[in-house]
């Protein structure tokens, strides 16, 4: 029993012996923690922004090429309402040259 006690002793004085060491240990790993978690709150930063900005990119690029496929599309539906157009005309020519010639017989 004696060595039991003896060897909780010695445990207990280690313990108190180490307790200042310990509390220095838990301050650096707090300290090395923190550091990490400031550098990976940086890092997140930066990531967050370059993802902003290759968005921000890419929402140019698509705005741009649908402006110019809609700019390609009117281009193209004035062409064909023009033609539309010019051929109304000319069939309402043809109708008025029908009706000038005066009444056609049905055969």
């Known amino acids: ?3 039991s006690l003896q060897s909780v002793q010695e445990m207990m004085v280690k313990e108190q012996f180490c307790e200042g060491w ?3 240990q838990c301050t650096l ?6 550091k990490r ?4 709150r940086v890092a997140a930063q ?3 922004k ?3 900005q290759r968005a921000d990119l890419l929402h140019e690029v698509c ?3 649908a402006c110019e496929l809609l700019e390609q599309r009117n281009k ?3 062409r064909e309402r023009l033609d539309q157009l010019r051929g109304g005309t000319a069939g309402a020519d043809q109708l008025t040259e029908g009706l000038s010639s005066g009444p056609q017989k049905l055969t």
Do not use: A, H
């Open 37 to 40: 978690r400031e550098k990976n």
């Open 63 to 65: 705005e741009r090429r």
């Open 76 to 78: 193209s539906l004035k």
């Open 1 to 3: 029993m004696s060595e």
């Open 50 to 52: 370059r993802q902003m």
């Open 46 to 48: 930066r990531s967050r």
């Open 22 to 24: 310990q509390v220095q």
């Open 29 to 34: 790993d707090e300290g090395r923690r923190l």
